[in-house]
């Protein structure tokens, strides 16, 4: 079975916190924690506009320059949301893949439970993904089911949502790519429980599966698979070790620092 060295813990602070001295109170002792750490790499995800300021990476780049990833803690990195699926234009609203990296951010996650819940299709997902791959973000591609049914059929969603996404995508970007298993009925403060390591442990595999029969065995043995979906403190280890998983996506625990931090720790541990 393939390996993957280090564990990858992404912390998805959603549309929290509402300032930026709240935002940096968070980070500043992760960062801290994160000097320390060596078998693990933590991408915070804040609201973009955050991004710069927190990943101290803004670049002025402009359309076409090249793009320089931040000096920061080399174990740190930092990741947008969202982004649209045109770098610029008439937009309103909008924030362009070109503009994420420009803020020193070197992922993205996209197809987010809670982006679909608002209108995107896994046509939007695709021309999404397809657009962030090409200005050379890596790609947290969320996948998952809102319910499990016995039978079995909600695996054909999660193929069906793996597939669209990664449409017309050349094989030679999917090195940049990461999947995120989120069973939607396990985000977020309504979730009532976790997924189980063993029950995640499968859908990776499946997951994994899905992209050998589309993209070759090769991209799917070094595809990431993180879980997400009340991931904490307490069920991390599970995940990480029983589960396998190569990190966790992790939402409300990572706007306690230190909950993150013992996450990261753990990681660490077993990374
Ligand atoms: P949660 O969110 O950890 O708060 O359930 C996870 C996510 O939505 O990515």
Redesign the pocket.
């Known amino acids: 079975m393939f390996v993957m060295a280090e564990k990858i813990i992404v912390g ?1 602070w ?1 549309a929290n916190p509402e300032s930026l001295r709240e935002a940096k109170r968070i980070l500043t002792p992760v960062r801290r924690a994160m000097g320390k750490l060596k078998q693990v790499e933590a991408v915070i995800c804040p609201p973009a506009v955050w991004l710069g300021e927190l990943s101290g990476g803004r670049t002025s780049g402009s359309r076409g320059s090249t793009l320089k990833y931040p000096k920061v803690e080399p174990r740190i990195r930092f990741g947008a949301q969202d982004a649209f699926w045109e770098t610029g234009g008439a937009y309103t609203g909008m924030i362009g893949p070109t503009m994420v990296r420009n803020s020193g951010a070197s992922h993205l996650i996209i197809g ?3 982006r679909r819940q608002l209108g995107d299709t896994d046509e939007v997902v695709n021309a999404k993904v397809r657009l962030a791959l090409k200005h050379d973000l890596k790609v947290i591609l ?1 996948v998952g089911e809102k319910e499990r049914d016995e039978r079995g059929d909600y695996l054909k969603i999660l193929e069906t949502q793996l597939k669209a996404a990664l449409a017309g995508v050349p094989r030679r970007r999917l090195g940049q790519l990461l999947v ?1 298993y ?1 069973p939607v009925w ?3 403060e309504r ?1 009532k429980q976790s997924d189980t390591p063993p029950a995640f442990l499968e859908q990776a595999i499946f997951l994994r599966k899905v992209l050998a029969d589309a993209a070759g065995k090769e991209f799917a043995l070094a595809l990431p698979v993180l879980y ?4 904490t403190a307490e069920n991390a280890r599970g995940f990480l070790s029983e589960g396998r998983a190569d990190g966790l ?5 990572s706007l306690d620092a230190e909950q993150f931090i013992k996450i990261l720790r753990l990681a660490d541990e077993l990374g």
């Open positions: 998805n959603k987010h439970s809670e969320c995120a989120e396990a985000i977020g979730a997400g979906g009340s991931a996506l992790v939402g409300r625990a």
